[in-house]
Nanobody
Framework: VQLQASGGGLVQAGGSLRLSCAASGRTFSRYNMGWFRQGPEKERDFVAAITYSGGSTFYAESAKGRFSISRDNAKNTMYLQMNSLKPEDTAVYYC??????????????????????WGQGTLVTVSS
């Protein structure tokens, strides 16, 4: 599957953005999906994940209560709604796909090595 992330941009602190990740191929509904981010001079960190059916979601502590991950399997698209943005959310956001269509524990989805396919990233900049 090929992934295309979009929706990034410049926003003031407290604002909102919605990221999208469009996937090619006919088997999107069999992929667990995730969002990761990499800030300036930082490692790539887990943000949120959603199982292939959309039945379970997982969030980093920094994202809980502010971000919401969802997917529309009919449109081959995953979303990340980001509210109450903070300057520390500034990063390149990457979407990723895991082709193993069964549910595992949280630690599996937070691990970047669980994902076989990655999009190119979209830059989110939050000004103070």
């Amino acid at each position: 599957v090929q992934l295309q992330a979009s929706g990034g941009g410049l926003v003031q602190a407290g604002g909102s953005l919605r990221l999208s990740c469009a996937a090619s191929g006919r088997t999107f509904s069999r992929y667990n999906m995730g969002w990761f981010r990499q800030g300036p001079e930082k490692e790539r960190d887990f943000v949120a994940a959603i199982t292939y059916s959309g039945g379970s979601t997982f969030y980093a502590e920094s994202a809980k209560g502010r971000f919401s991950i969802s997917r529309d399997n009919a449109k081959n698209t995953m979303y990340l709604q980001m509210n109450s943005l903070k300057p520390e959310d500034t990063a390149v956001y990457y979407c990723a796909a895991d082709p193993n269509a069964y549910v595992r524990g949280r630690s599996y989805y937070t691990d970047a090595t669980s994902y076989a396919n990655w999009g190119q990233g979209t830059l989110v900049t939050v000004s103070s």
